[in-house]
């Protein structure tokens, strides 16, 4: 069965640099969710879209942006990169309805150096 | 808010030796309850899910039964496998469609020989 895709699965950034990562959702699921696992650390929800509508923001940094395309993937844009944003990144996809599981994605591994 | 508060690990146990992962949460209405889990290296992936009170979500060998009188959602194992070394996450939504996940600290299983 068709899986939630990450690219790329590892980024090496330079302090200041930009990242883009990208989420291509099961098919059919309209709903993609960004977290955030730091080293030893539980996921903490970033974003979220819903037919291609933000529907939910949690601890995102201004420097940090996200869209979801008429496709339904979806890209995570990060600027003005700092050490502390290395972390694993998960997408997550769902399909709208009640009590929806949400299905992971394998992550980005960002080391910012 | 919601909050997931989790049993502190690293929780080390011999193979066959019975488990117990203790999560208890904090949530208005009523929330969906999850375990999800985590291989070396992996994204991660959905163990059981419990959407009401006194459901209890099974898998592989996994349980867990929504308490809502003690706010609990207790994993439990009767005989644990090396291949269960993993960290486990206890997760929870709002409980209706398209809502982002609330994690624990997650607990980090080492089965032994």
């Known amino acids: 069965a068709a899986g939630v895709i990450q690219s790329p699965r590892h980024l090496i950034k330079e302090k200041r640099e930009t990242a883009t990562l990208k989420c291509y959702p099961i098919?059919?699921?309209?709903?993609v969710y960004w977290y955030q696992q730091g080293p030893g650390q539980d996921p903490q929800f970033l974003i979220s879209f819903y037919e291609k509508m933000q529907s939910d923001k949690g601890s995102i940094p201004d420097r940090f942006s996200a869209q979801q395309f008429s496709d339904y993937h979806s890209e995570l844009n990060m600027s003005s990169l700092e050490l502390g944003d290395s972390a694993l990144y998960f997408c997550a996809s769902s399909r709208g309805g009640v009590n929806t599981e949400a299905f992971f994605g394998q992550g980005t591994r960002l080391t910012v150096v | 808010g919601n909050s997931v508060t989790q049993m502190e690990g690293p929780v080390t146990l011999s193979e066959e030796a019975f488990l117990t992962i203790n999560c208890t949460y904090t949530?208005?209405?009523?929330?969906?309850l999850f375990w999800y889990v985590q291989y070396p290296g992996e994204g991660l992936q959905l163990l059981l899910k419990a959407t009401k009170a006194d459901d209890k979500g099974s898998n592989k060998g996994f349980e867990a039964t929504y308490r809502k009188e003690t706010t609990s959602f207790h994993l439990e194992k009767g005989s644990v496998q090396v291949s269960d070394s993993a960290v486990y996450f206890c997760?929870?939504?709002?409980?209706?469609?398209?809502?982002?996940?609330?994690f624990g600290t997650g607990t980090r299983l080492t089965i032994i020989p």
């Open positions: 997760a929870l939504s709002r409980g209706f469609g398209n809502e982002k996940l609330t």
């Open positions: 098919p059919r699921h309209d709903t």
């Open positions: 949530a208005t209405g009523y929330p969906s």
